[in-house]
Protein backbone atom coordinates (compact mmCIF):
# COMPACT_ATOMS: atom_id res chain seq x y z
CA UNK A 1 0.00 0.00 0.00
CA UNK A 2 1.37 3.17 -0.68
CA UNK A 3 0.74 6.96 0.80
CA UNK A 4 0.69 10.00 -0.15
CA UNK A 5 0.28 12.43 3.36
CA UNK A 6 0.21 16.21 2.74
CA UNK A 7 1.23 18.97 5.49
CA UNK A 8 1.64 22.50 5.88
CA UNK A 9 -1.53 23.78 4.68
CA UNK A 10 -3.27 27.06 6.67
CA UNK A 11 -4.28 30.67 6.66
CA UNK A 12 -2.35 33.04 5.54
CA UNK A 13 -2.69 36.87 4.80
CA UNK A 14 -2.05 38.45 1.07
CA UNK A 15 1.99 38.77 0.15
CA UNK A 16 2.73 35.67 2.87
CA UNK A 17 4.04 32.20 2.19
CA UNK A 18 3.79 29.06 3.26
CA UNK A 19 5.45 25.96 2.40
CA UNK A 20 3.38 22.55 1.50
CA UNK A 21 5.30 19.05 2.06
CA UNK A 22 4.10 15.52 0.65
CA UNK A 23 5.63 12.39 1.79
CA UNK A 24 5.38 8.73 0.04
CA UNK A 25 5.37 5.88 2.53
CA UNK A 26 4.84 2.38 1.44
CA UNK A 27 6.07 -0.78 -0.41
CA UNK A 28 7.96 1.95 -3.21
CA UNK A 29 10.62 0.44 -5.57
CA UNK A 30 10.95 4.26 -7.25
CA UNK A 31 8.93 7.57 -7.86
CA UNK A 32 9.04 9.22 -10.90
CA UNK A 33 7.04 12.51 -11.33
CA UNK A 34 5.89 14.29 -8.56
CA UNK A 35 3.50 17.68 -8.41
CA UNK A 36 1.09 19.67 -6.85
CA UNK A 37 -2.54 20.18 -8.21
CA UNK A 38 -5.29 22.88 -6.87
CA UNK A 39 -8.58 23.06 -6.65
CA UNK A 40 -10.42 25.95 -5.83
CA UNK A 41 -14.06 26.35 -5.10
CA UNK A 42 -16.49 25.61 -8.36
CA UNK A 43 -13.31 25.42 -10.34
CA UNK A 44 -11.64 22.10 -11.92
CA UNK A 45 -8.36 20.74 -10.56
CA UNK A 46 -5.58 22.09 -12.47
CA UNK A 47 -1.96 21.86 -11.97
CA UNK A 48 0.37 24.01 -10.09
CA UNK A 49 3.80 22.84 -10.55
CA UNK A 50 5.90 19.36 -11.20
CA UNK A 51 8.86 17.93 -10.48
CA UNK A 52 11.09 15.08 -12.62
CA UNK A 53 12.78 12.48 -10.57
CA UNK A 54 16.05 14.57 -12.01
CA UNK A 55 14.98 17.65 -10.90
CA UNK A 56 13.27 18.97 -14.04
CA UNK A 57 10.80 21.55 -13.15
CA UNK A 58 7.69 22.90 -14.53
CA UNK A 59 5.12 25.52 -13.24
CA UNK A 60 1.79 27.10 -14.32
CA UNK A 61 1.36 30.36 -15.81
CA UNK A 62 -0.38 31.82 -12.99
CA UNK A 63 2.51 30.72 -10.12
CA UNK A 64 5.69 30.99 -12.17
CA UNK A 65 7.62 33.51 -10.11
CA UNK A 66 6.49 33.29 -6.63
CA UNK A 67 6.22 29.25 -5.71
CA UNK A 68 9.11 27.06 -6.00
CA UNK A 69 8.90 23.12 -6.58
CA UNK A 70 11.70 20.95 -4.80
CA UNK A 71 12.03 17.13 -4.04
CA UNK A 72 14.42 14.61 -1.20
CA UNK A 73 14.36 11.70 -3.22
CA UNK A 74 15.79 10.35 0.05
CA UNK A 75 12.90 11.05 1.63
CA UNK A 76 10.33 10.53 -0.64
CA UNK A 77 9.09 14.00 -0.46
CA UNK A 78 8.22 16.87 -2.51
CA UNK A 79 7.89 20.41 -1.48
CA UNK A 80 6.20 23.60 -2.62
CA UNK A 81 7.20 27.01 -1.41
CA UNK A 82 4.32 29.54 -1.63
CA UNK A 83 5.75 33.16 -1.81
CA UNK A 84 3.42 36.45 -2.21
CA UNK A 85 0.70 34.88 -2.00
CA UNK A 86 -2.79 35.74 -3.52
CA UNK A 87 -6.06 35.95 -2.69
CA UNK A 88 -7.12 34.11 -5.81
CA UNK A 89 -4.31 31.06 -4.74
CA UNK A 90 -6.87 29.42 -2.19
CA UNK A 91 -8.09 26.35 -3.06
CA UNK A 92 -7.08 22.72 -1.82
CA UNK A 93 -3.93 21.77 -2.65
CA UNK A 94 -2.96 18.11 -3.99
CA UNK A 95 0.10 16.25 -4.55
CA UNK A 96 0.53 14.09 -6.56
CA UNK A 97 3.32 11.11 -7.67
CA UNK A 98 3.80 8.51 -10.08
CA UNK A 99 5.23 5.26 -7.93
CA UNK A 100 6.29 2.21 -9.01
CA UNK A 101 5.73 -0.19 -6.21
CA UNK A 102 6.03 -3.77 -5.01
CA UNK A 103 1.86 -4.45 -5.72
CA UNK A 104 2.97 -4.20 -9.43
CA UNK A 105 3.82 -1.55 -11.18
CA UNK A 106 3.76 2.51 -11.78
CA UNK A 107 0.40 4.20 -10.72
CA UNK A 108 -0.72 7.49 -10.28
CA UNK A 109 -1.46 8.15 -6.14
CA UNK A 110 -3.06 11.55 -4.87
CA UNK A 111 -2.99 12.76 -1.19
CA UNK A 112 -5.69 13.21 0.47
CA UNK A 113 -5.34 17.58 0.13
CA UNK A 114 -4.57 20.47 2.10
CA UNK A 115 -6.69 23.32 2.22
CA UNK A 116 -4.64 27.31 1.85
CA UNK A 117 -6.90 29.78 2.54
CA UNK A 118 -5.30 33.43 1.55
CA UNK A 119 -6.93 36.18 3.06
CA UNK A 120 -7.04 39.23 0.98
Known amino acids: QVQLVESGGGLVQAGGSLRLSCAAS????????MGWYREAPGKQRELVAT???????NYADSVKGRFIISRDNGKNTVYLQMNSLKFEDTAVYYC??????????????WGQGTQVTVSS
Open 96 to 109: NARIDSWTGGFHNY
Open 26 to 33: GRIISIND
Open 51 to 57: ITNGGST
